[in-house]
């Protein structure tokens, strides 16, 4: 039976193999069949394996290893004599502890990898891999090594330039990022972990990646090519071995390695930044001078800024006096749904964007207002903290709400009072601030659905600036004809649109 067996099986892998045309037979001097290949029999020589090989052969020769050193103060215990404060040991020292120990200088060790970008040394990498660091040394694939000295950083990008005193250097072609699309091939080379220089593979997952928190300016090319610790500041290349990006961060599990979520800061960030500490020794950002909603723009808020009902766009909640935002016309309540003919729909990548572009670039904004779409050019000045902003708005935590419980208004389950010097002190609002403050928010109302909140500001009711309670009650009941209610809302250090519905 077992003979069968083996026997039906052979012959269903001949048919297969005929019907395929992947094997021809023939018979050797004892009449037993004899399968060899098509290929082989037609004499066949197979052709060259696909190979990214010369690619990296140009490309890894200008990525090198980056060893840092800084020296750091080893940590005293509060009580300064650590566990001689302990009554177990005061048991047998008494008052005659050891003498309190001084804090000691500790070496701290780090690697990670660089991009040389120009034949006499200089070379782009991540801040975070040197910051702080007294001593750089920078090491070839072919073990040559040399000392760097730090050019300049940007901590708000995470870029950094160094240089080593030699002539001559291979150096990688910087590519147009803006063209990087997804499911791209792109080649990941650094040095992770400490082994040596290192080539992985994978795709473009993603572009224009912001929000995650890793960086103050955030537009990432995420990518699956495996990334792990001592990549930060290497290359990821494309196929024909021109940088993309400055490999920056990983979405690390449990294990804090690879898993598959990478992070490089596109090319075309990374040369603006290097262009400008070369040229004034410092990275300058562009911003606008206004305060954006972070929330998405939800059905119900685009019907209320007359956007279409998947209309996407970043409202305008503060234009700062004076800023070119001001200067270029730029109002509360503006929708900024393009900056340069390319849609935006998130508060982090028109932050990004704006912090790629340098003080004095025009910037062209696509914008919505009260439901008419219009074109606005705004002329950058330098950013502070917030390429936006510009760091104009106070900081600023949870807001408690206020003394008493001011009048019951218009909009059902809110009351309201109006704002005075005591009111804004207590909320931590600058001098000069209008507008009503929340006291109360019936939880079962439509406002406390929509997420209004006791301590709110409303500065705003249907795009109408309210000064007093009364205002605030004769806007809510006037209405847009929507049967919803746009609030602008001031809340902590920053401003957000609310839209209540009629709850009908």
């Not at 804090?103 to 040197?130: A, C, F, K, M």
């Not at 950002?285 to 209309?311: Q, R, S, Y």
């Not at 206020?402 to 600058?430: E, I, W």
């Not at 009711?461 to 009650?473: G, I």
């Amino acid at each position: 039976m077992k003979g069968q067996i083996r026997v039906s099986t052979a012959i269903l892998l001949v048919l297969v193999a005929l019907l395929t045309g992947g094997l021809v037979m023939s018979y050797n001097h004892r009449n037993i069949p004899v399968f060899v290949s098509t290929a082989q029999a037609a004499g066949y020589e197979p052709g060259p394996l696909v190979s990214f090989a010369p690619v990296v052969k140009r490309a890894a020769p200008a990525v090198v290893n980056i060893s840092s050193s800084r020296v750091v103060k080893s940590r005293v215990s509060q009580g300064g004599q650590g566990m001689f404060d302990d009554p177990f040991f005061r048991q047998f020292f008494g008052n005659r502890v050891p003498q309190q120990q001084q804090p000691r200088s500790e070496r701290s060790q780090s690697l990670g990898s660089g991009v040389v970008v120009s034949p006499d040394g200089y070379i782009l990498t991540n801040n975070h891999v040197i910051d702080g660091a007294t001593e750089i040394k920078v090491s070839f694939a072919d073990k040559r090594e040399y000392p760097a000295k730090l050019i300049g950083t940007d901590p708000m990008t995470d870029v950094a330039v160094i240089k080593i005193s030699e002539h001559n250097l291979p150096t990688l072609t910087l590519s147009d990022s803006s063209h990087a699309q997804i499911g791209d091939v792109v080649l990941a080379v650094g040095d992770p972990f400490g082994l040596g220089q290192t080539v992985t593979m994978g795709i473009v997952s993603a572009t224009g990646r912001s929000g995650l928190g890793i960086e103050r300016f955030e537009d990432f090319i995420q990518t699956d090519a495996p990334i792990n610790p001592g990549n930060s500041g290497g290359a990821l290349i494309n196929t024909r071995g021109e940088l993309i990006g400055i490999n920056t961060a990983i979405l690390a599990g449990n294990s804090g390695g690879n898993q598959g979520i990478g992070f490089a800061i596109p090319v075309n960030l990374a040369r603006n930044v290097m262009d400008q500490i070369l040229k004034t020794g410092k990275a300058a950002h562009g911003f606008m001078g206004v305060t954006l909603d972070p929330n998405p723009i939800t059905p119900d808020k685009a019907k209320a800024f007359g956007l279409p009902a998947n209309g996407r766009g970043v409202p305008i909640t503060g234009v700062a006096a004076g800023s070119p935002a001001a200067k270029a016309g730029l109002q509360e309540g503006d929708v900024v749904v393009a900056l340069d003919g390319q849609p935006v729909d998130e508060i982090q990548v028109l932050r990004g964007r704006i912090a790629a572009m340098s003080p004095g670039t025009v910037a062209k904004l696509s914008i919505v207002r009260d439901g008419k779409n219009q074109d606005v050019a705004v002329t950058l000045g330098t950013a502070g903290n917030d390429p936006v902003s510009g760091g104009n708005e106070p900081d600023g935590d949870d807001n408690g709400a206020p003394n008493g419980h001011g009048k019951k208004g218009a909009l059902p389950g809110v009351s309201v009072q109006g704002l005075n010097s005591d009111l804004r002190q207590q909320l931590r609002l600058p001098d000069g601030t209008q507008g009503v403050v929340i006291t109360d928010v019936d939880a079962d109302s439509a406002a406390a659905q929509a997420g209004l909140q006791e301590g709110d500001v409303v500065t705003q009711v249907n795009r109408k600036k309210v000064t007093s309670v009364e205002q605030f009650n004769a806007a809510v009941r006037q209405g847009d004809g929507s049967g919803s209610t746009l609030l602008l809302v001031r809340r902590g250090g920053g401003s957000l649109f609310l839209v209540v519905p009629s709850g009908k």
